[in-house]
């Protein structure tokens, strides 16, 4: 088996970002695009470049090179959402498929920029298959778990698979529900995200069984994500490291939660940047560069 591997929970060494004011452009722009994109309020445009501001100066002051994307890079709101167009692999980085039609120009995008700074990006040949980054998550490094529902289909897990080859031992299907219909944004990272090589933060309620029995096989401590909080993006948490993580600062419970199972937990306002396109710290981040 390949020696090559990702982490999710190692530390960050260099991350891409999207900066509100390229996506967002102004606050006419927002009037008459937000809800096109299923925002679920218009976002304060002055507010939210304050928001990317801070947030990317987190990511800085704990070390991580940050790689800005260019204005011409950002087509749409959900740029700012630059997990999603490109997937990270053991392998190397693979071009996405969008299963939201709206952001299907981002990924030529947001690859070209990479293949400047020295980054190949992977293409996929099969025009039927569909994958987002957020419906890819690393639960270890030999062993990735892909969402299947309405942004990405099996073609896109075949995809991946593929890729990987074999730097992984499995690729777990994730059979997502219905939960809000297609327009609303249901990712495989909306019921876990990965916290240390042996900690995950769950929701539980909407996983399947199977998936949830597997995560307890493995032998993950898993720390549940309160009901109240899970549609304020409580589960939606960036590790920085194996003890450090980065939560939207809303969560009371859930940063009460990951402090007392022993993570130093970090916090930014994201109103306009995260809750109103339901796009947590992971979603705004493409982590190029962990170890």
């Not at 071009?95 to 690859?111: I, L, N, Q, W, Y």
């Not at 939960?179 to 909306?190: A, C, I, K």
Request: charged share 25%; proline share 5%; net charge negative.
């Amino acid at each position: 088996m390949s020696s090559v591997r990702f982490s999710m929970t190692q530390p960050l060494r260099r991350v891409l970002v999207a900066h509100a004011r390229d996506c967002f452009r102004s606050q006419q722009w927002l009037a008459a695009h937000w809800k096109t994109y299923h925002y679920l309020f218009e976002p304060d445009f002055e507010a939210a470049c304050q928001e990317s501001d801070r947030f990317i100066g987190i990511l800085e002051d704990f070390g991580a090179t940050v790689d800005l994307l260019d204005a011409d890079n950002c087509p749409g709101l959900d740029s700012l959402y630059v997990h999603d167009p490109v997937i990270a692999a053991g392998p190397g980085l693979m071009r996405a498929s969008m299963g939201k039609a709206e952001r299907r120009p981002e990924t030529e995008a947001v690859a070209n920029q990479l293949e400047r700074l020295g980054m190949p990006v992977h293409e996929i040949t099969d025009p039927d298959a569909l994958i987002e980054g957020g419906d890819v998550v690393w639960l270890r490094g030999d062993l990735p778990a892909v969402g299947i529902g309405f942004r990405t289909n099996h073609a896109g897990a075949d995809a991946l698979e593929a890729l990987c080859g074999d730097a992984i031992r499995e690729l777990i299907r994730v059979s997502l529900p219905w939960d809000n219909g297609p327009t609303d944004v249901l990712h495989v990272m909306s019921l876990v995200s990965p916290l240390s090589a042996d900690t995950l933060l769950i929701h539980t309620r909407r996983m399947p069984v199977e998936f949830r029995q597997r995560l307890d096989r493995e032998g993950f401590r898993l720390i549940e994500v309160p009901e109240d909080e899970y549609a304020s993006l409580g589960g939606n948490v960036l590790a920085l490291d194996e003890s450090t993580c980065l939560i939207e600062m809303g969560n009371i419970k859930t940063i009460r939660l990951l402090a007392d199972a022993g993570f130093q937990v970090l916090t930014y306002d994201g109103r306009n940047i995260s809750l109103a396109g339901c796009g947590g710290p992971t979603c705004l981040t493409r982590p190029l560069l962990r170890g």
